[in-house]
């Protein structure tokens, strides 16, 4: 530390020798605040650099910690598979742990019993030297049987008082993966449930499921898998219309409106409206023309038996043909009224009724698929109207020609469609 010491002043001595013992004082005074200030940055410089040396060992003192549980792991899941007789495994999980750590094999205690739920079965994923395991399926199924001679579909991961899903008969858990499938076909749902467990997955797999939705689509007559490796490649590949959703056709066009009666202008009119096409799994489609946007129409198309007037009603078939192309052909009609009461006739009521007649509209449409989404989009082919008269069994077919008013069907999927199951698949 420094000391100051106060200049003494003599009171007979002139103005100008008292500023210069203050001045003198002023510049130790600055110096020594200087070196005091270079003091405390060197020492604070030092204290810094100990701590950032002292954090560095700790973190990697940490990550050898970390890596050396992690080769403890998997060296003891691959005494494990060697007890076992898996020996490809075994030799697969030494590897991995002694490129973590070389001389694993003196630092393990063998007492301590292998955790496969930690670091070494997330490792083994990560780093799998042979890449992605080609057949899951065939991988799962492996697994719950080296693990139990009686394996179950799944294990709680907690101890539990009730019935866990788990001690349920295969059968009865297929009945309940049907019920997720419905009648709508909803293999989205199967497919997430596939994600719960090993187990799930495997009947998630299981080839009836897929076969009996493969025939719901295509008919009784889907009996080969050929040229398909299984039904659910079939099911996922094979072009066909969905059913969770709905496809629209949004048309606009500007329309010249008449003139005014004094000709100074003349109006013009901007037309909009949608077409709306809703498949059913067991055939059935709904057919409509409206300008209502899709947010008040959608809601209403879940079910087969819609109340809205104006919807046309009928039935669908898928048909491949020799160009590789699958198409779609719908006959849609309105639906049928009962007839109202006839009037009893009289001098005052002489009109002939206009003669009884049925119209329908068959419809051709293109399948492909359109962004992201498979099987989205339907391009017109053919539209014609069908007029049918009753008293002499007469059709008129009147055939409509196909330009720009005919814009692309667009699939849209709506959750409501799949959110309930009426009936199992």
């Known amino acids: 530390m420094y000391t100051i010491s106060n200049a003494e002043t003599v009171p007979d001595e002139p103005c100008c020798s008292s500023n210069a013992v203050k001045q003198r004082v002023r510049v130790q005074l600055n110096a020594f605040r200087a070196q005091w200030m270079s003091e405390l940055k060197s020492s604070s410089g030092a204290s810094g650099t100990t701590d950032r040396l002292l954090r560095a060992k700790g973190l990697k003192r940490t990550q050898e910690i970390a890596r050396e549980e992690k080769a403890t792991e998997l060296f003891l899941r691959a005494v494990q598979e060697e007890q076992n007789g898996a020996v490809y495994e075994a030799i697969k999980f030494y590897r991995m742990a002694m490129q973590i750590v070389p001389d694993i094999e003196f630092k393990i205690n063998y007492s301590r019993p292998p955790d496969t739920d930690r670091g070494g079965g997330n490792y083994m994923k990560d780093n799998d030297v042979d890449g992605e395991i080609e057949d899951l399926l065939a991988y799962f199924e492996q697994e719950l049987t080296l693990e139990s001679s009686f394996p179950k579909i799944c ?120 077409r709306y096409l809703r498949f059913f799994p067991d055939g059935h489609v709904i057919m409509l023309t409206t300008p209502e946007d899709p947010l ?84 017109w082919i053919h539209h014609s109207c069908h007029i049918t008269y009753k008293q002499t069994g007469e059709t008129v077919v009147t055939a409509f020609e196909l330009d720009r008013m005919y814009s692309p069907f667009l699939f849209a999927r709506v959750k409501s469609y799949t959110a309930f199951s009426d009936q199992p698949l």
């Open 155 to 274: 294990i709680p991961e907690l101890d539990m008082t009730q019935t866990h899903i788990s001690a349920l008969p295969r059968e009865i858990l297929m009945y309940i993966f049907r019920w997720v499938v419905s009648s709508e076909l909803d293999m989205r749902a199967l497919e997430q449930l596939s994600l719960v467990c090993r187990g799930f997955y495997i009947c998630a797999r299981d080839p009836e499921i897929w076969h009996l939705a493969c025939v719901r689509v295509w008919g009784r007559n889907c009996t080969k898998v050929v040229p398909f490796k299984s039904w659910r490649e079939m099911f996922l590949q094979r072009p066909r219309v969905r059913f969770d959703g709905v496809y629209i056709s949004k048309t606009s066009y500007i329309r010249q409106g008449e003139e005014s009666l004094d000709g100074y202008y003349r109006a013009w009119h901007h037309v909009e409206y949608y």
């Open 296 to 379: 008040t129409v959608v809601p209403r198309l879940r079910t087969w038996n819609t109340r809205m007037d104006s919807a046309l009603l009928g039935h669908f078939r898928l048909s491949q043909e020799t160009d590789n192309q699958t198409k779609v052909f719908a006959v849609v009609c309105k639906k049928k009224e009962e007839k109202a009461a006839e009037f009893q006739r009289n001098r005052f009521c002489r009109r002939n009724p206009p003669p009884e007649a049925e119209h329908s509209f068959h419809v051709g449409l293109h399948l492909s698929s359109g962004g992201r989404q498979s099987f989205s989009k339907l391009v």
